[in-house]
């Protein structure tokens, strides 16, 4: 019976194990902290002459080409989803060097896998849209390296709901056929955001969300008009 007892526990706690993994799992995670104080104050018309000098062009991403999407994790399994309506813009200098990107988030666009969760996902335990309906991301600071296959890493300051934080996040960026294209995946704590439904007592919602950016920036009017350039990584 001892023997049998072990054996029943042990067959339990693999297939918790099992049941717990998730796509979240081993991603990258993003640094979250308070914005410095320049990051929280509005951008100075001084800061025009410089980018000037640097022949910095603004130019804007090719949202029908690019994606945001995200992945939620609770006890019994993953949900996905994403935002349908965004639009951005990136600076970019001399040979295709990234130097800022901005976006603005519509989070009454938000879809996900199951329509009962997009619409409690719209509501006042999550995004509460009718409120917030918008998110926002400014990038402060874009360097070459980054941990594991990343190229960059990108610092800058996300506004969502009524919180503003500094987030540091890996990203990929590469040049293909006339566009560039920008691709990430990293953690975020929703908790951090004022996110803080738990879920069920039974099917409790983690705390970590997985973040997917696939986005394309034409350098371009020919890239415009082209196919969308062919994705490195899965997202």
């Given at each position: 019976m001892h023997t049998k007892t072990w054996m029943i526990l042990l067959i339990a706690a693999l297939t918790l194990a099992v049941a717990c993994e998730s796509e979240i799992d081993g991603k990258a995670a993003a640094e979250v902290a308070e914005p410095t104080a320049e990051e929280a104050a509005p951008a100075q018309e001084e800061a025009a002459p410089a980018e000037e000098a640097k022949e910095v062009r603004e130019l804007a991403f090719n949202t029908?080409?690019?994606?945001?999407?995200?992945?939620?994790?609770?006890?019994?399994g993953d949900h996905t989803g994403g935002f349908q309506k965004w639009e951005g813009v990136g600076h970019v200098s001399g040979d295709a060097t990234l130097e800022k990107v901005a976006f603005t988030v519509d989070t009454t666009s938000i879809t996900s896998d199951d329509e009962r969760l997009t619409g409690h996902l719209m509501s006042e335990d999550f995004f509460a849209v009718e409120k917030y309906p918008t998110a926002t991301f400014e990038s402060t600071k874009i360097e070459e390296g980054a941990e594991g296959d990343a190229t960059h890493t990108v610092t800058g300051t996300m506004t969502m709901l009524e919180a503003t934080k500094q987030i540091t996040f890996p990203v990929t960026v590469k040049v293909e056929n006339g566009t560039m294209v920008v691709d990430s995946e990293f953690t975020i704590k929703r908790f951090d955001f004022g996110?803080?439904?738990k879920g069920k007592a039974d099917d409790l919602i983690r705390d970590e969300v997985l973040m997917k950016l696939h986005m394309e920036l034409p350098l371009s009017a020919e890239a415009v008009a082209a196919e969308p350039a062919e994705e490195g990584s899965e997202g």
């Open positions: 029908e080409a690019s994606k945001i999407e995200w992945v939620g994790a609770k006890v019994t996110i803080e439904y």
